[in-house]
């Protein structure tokens, strides 16, 4: 029979070794982000017990990783009633050479990751001469995720110079205390630590004011606001990701869609200014909630030009400035449209409609695959182009100043590529529409 004082010892005993076992201090759900500039790169993981260092050891060969460098930890509480805890891990790489392949891995002298390979992002002048490619989806769940095995091959062959996930990720990350959020990151692992991986918000994200969404990934200027907007730059584009979702969910107040417009004007302004233009020509938009869709599910971007929140919002705005292409996902199809402003149809010509044409292109993918399927059409518009229900993702393909080139990738299909245009221009900014 034990006294009271040895179960006293045998508990803390127990404390202890629960507190510091070895699984919790190992790192996992590792992805990387740009911070938008070509030698830097941002590396993110969590463990489930503060290791009390974060460090990354790096370098181009697999013998010689002696490069090193730390970060800073946060304690992330899930706002489910079992108070999950885990603690993020943010360490920079500086001083990349750009275009090189490095090889990390990351975590503490409690435990460390496998090693992982990255390429460092390009320089303009790489980037001018190579071009630049995305991966490009959102509305990818933890269950149903028809992509992800396409895309875990390409990341890691290196197809890609980054992918892009436009809202709505795991379905959800809050549910199960977290745990389903904790199972989908350690999913897109597999791609999202071998490239930047840069994210915008969605619906799927607003449990608990989105604290699962603003402590799960590290996008620029993250200290400011959290990754519900940001902007960065690679090659010759300027690429805006930002929150539809403040226009929506106003029970969190109205400051965060007010500062989001300020925001939006201040970096437009900035972009649109001939020696910034100069240099990154190409103004892309990533937001959630499109402005324009023929789904048969009365979302927003099917109302009349008098209701769709996200139209009303931004439109204005973004022809004003002159963005180029606007991506959008929600919907859970693939949806292209002829370039268009205030449901009218601008084309460049008849023959070559997205050469030179007088409004932003957009497009709408949103069917990497969740656990709610995929949608359904309504009626056709005449500022339709084409439309898919079949799971895929996009490929983005910014070969110079005045090619883009968009290919659709059907996973129903094999790989096949379904859908594909070239977007053309000689002139950028608000000229481009006179």
């Given at each position: 029979?034990?006294?009271?004082?040895?179960?006293?010892?045998?508990?803390?005993?127990?404390?202890?070794?629960?507190?510091?076992?070895?699984?919790?201090?190992?790192?996992?759900?590792?992805?990387?982000?740009?911070t938008g500039?070509?030698?830097e790169?941002?590396?993110?993981?969590?463990t489930?017990?503060?290791?009390?260092?974060?460090?990354?050891?790096?370098?181009?060969?697999?013998?010689?990783?002696?490069?090193?460098?730390?970060g800073?930890r946060t304690?992330?509480?899930?706002?489910?009633?079992?108070?999950h805890?885990?603690?993020i891990?943010?360490?920079?790489l500086?001083?990349?050479?750009?275009?090189?392949?490095?090889?990390?891995?990351c975590?503490?002298?409690?435990?460390?990751?496998?090693?992982?390979?990255f390429?460092?992002?390009?320089?303009d002048?790489?980037a001018?001469k190579?071009?630049?490619?995305?991966?490009?989806?959102?509305?990818?769940?933890?269950?149903?995720?028809?992509?992800?095995?396409?895309?875990q091959?390409?990341?890691?062959d290196?197809?890609?110079?980054?992918?892009?996930?436009?809202?709505?990720?795991?379905?959800d990350?809050?549910?199960?205390?977290?745990s389903?959020?904790?199972?989908?990151?350690?999913?897109?692992?597999s791609?999202a630590?071998y490239?930047?991986?840069?994210?915008?918000?969605?619906?799927?994200e607003?449990?608990?004011?989105?604290?699962?969404?603003?402590?799960?990934?590290?996008?620029?200027?993250?200290?400011?606001?959290?990754?519900?907007?940001?902007?960065?730059?690679?090659?010759?584009?300027?690429?805006?990701a930002f929150?539809t979702?403040?226009n929506?969910?106003?029970?969190?107040?109205?400051?965060?869609?007010k500062?989001?417009?300020e925001?939006?004007?201040?970096?437009?302004?900035?972009?649109?200014?001939?020696?910034?233009?100069?240099?990154?020509?190409?103004?892309i938009?990533?937001?959630?909630?499109?402005?324009?869709?023929?789904?048969?599910?009365n979302?927003?971007?099917?109302k009349?030009e008098?209701?769709?929140?996200?139209?009303?919002a931004f439109?204005?705005?973004f022809y004003?400035?002159?963005?180029?292409?606007?991506?959008?996902?929600?919907?859970?199809?693939?949806?292209?449209?002829?370039?268009l402003?205030?449901?009218?149809?601008?084309?460049g010509?008849?023959?070559?409609?997205?050469?030179?044409p007088?409004?932003?292109?957009?497009?709408?993918?949103?069917?990497?695959?969740?656990?709610?399927r995929?949608?359904?059409?309504g009626?056709?518009k005449?500022?339709v182009?084409?439309?898919s229900?079949?799971?895929?993702?996009?490929?983005m393909t910014?070969?110079?100043?005045?090619?883009?080139?968009?290919?659709?990738?059907?996973?129903?299909k094999?790989?096949?590529?379904?859908?594909?245009?070239?977007?053309?221009?000689?002139?950028?900014?608000?000229d481009?529409?006179?």
């Amino acid at each position: 029979m034990c006294s009271k004082y040895q179960v006293i010892v045998l508990t803390l005993w127990v404390s202890i070794a629960t507190a510091w076992d070895p699984i919790w201090l190992q790192p996992e759900q590792i992805h990387l982000s740009a911070t938008g500039d070509p030698t830097e790169m941002m590396v993110t993981w969590s463990t489930f017990n503060d290791t009390k260092e974060s460090t990354v050891q790096y370098g181009a060969d697999i013998y010689d990783m002696a490069m090193k460098a730390t970060g800073s930890r946060t304690k992330f509480v899930d706002g489910g009633s079992e108070h999950h805890t885990q603690y993020i891990h943010r360490v920079k790489l500086s001083n990349l050479k750009t275009g090189n392949m490095y090889l990390y891995r990351c975590g503490s002298s409690y435990g460390w990751s496998s090693i992982f390979k990255f390429r460092a992002l390009p320089d303009d002048a790489q980037a001018a001469k190579n071009g630049v490619r995305f991966a490009v989806y959102g509305d990818m769940g933890n269950e149903n995720a028809q992509s992800l095995g396409r895309l875990q091959v390409e990341a890691q062959d290196g197809v890609y110079d980054a992918i892009l996930h436009v809202g709505d990720f795991a379905y959800d990350f809050f549910r199960a205390n977290g745990s389903v959020g904790d199972e989908f990151m350690r999913q897109i692992q597999s791609a999202a630590a071998y490239l930047p991986y840069m994210t915008c918000p969605g619906n799927h994200e607003e449990n608990y004011n989105f604290t699962n969404y603003k402590n799960r990934f590290t996008m620029p200027k993250y200290e400011d606001v959290q990754n519900l907007w940001y902007s960065w730059n690679i090659g010759p584009a300027h690429i805006i990701a930002f929150s539809t979702e403040v226009n929506f969910y106003l029970q969190y107040g109205f400051a965060p869609m007010k500062h989001q417009m300020e925001w939006l004007h201040a970096d437009l302004a900035e972009a649109t200014k001939p020696e910034n233009l100069a240099k990154h020509p190409w103004i892309i938009t990533m937001g959630h909630r499109p402005m324009y869709c023929t789904t048969d599910d009365n979302d927003d971007c099917t109302k009349d030009e008098y209701f769709g929140i996200t139209r009303v919002a931004f439109e204005d705005l973004f022809y004003k400035y002159g963005v180029d292409l606007e991506i959008w996902a929600h919907e859970h199809s693939y949806e292209r449209f002829w370039p268009l402003y205030d449901f009218k149809v601008y084309n460049g010509s008849v023959d070559a409609p997205y050469t030179n044409p007088k409004a932003p292109a957009h497009i709408v993918t949103g069917s990497a695959g969740c656990r709610e399927r995929t949608d359904k059409f309504g009626p056709n518009k005449p500022y339709v182009a084409f439309t898919s229900t079949d799971y895929g993702y996009t490929r983005m393909t910014i070969v110079n100043s005045t090619h883009i080139n968009m290919e659709q990738v059907s996973d129903d299909k094999g790989g096949q590529v379904i859908d594909k245009f070239t977007i053309i221009k000689n002139t950028h900014g608000p000229d481009a529409w006179l």
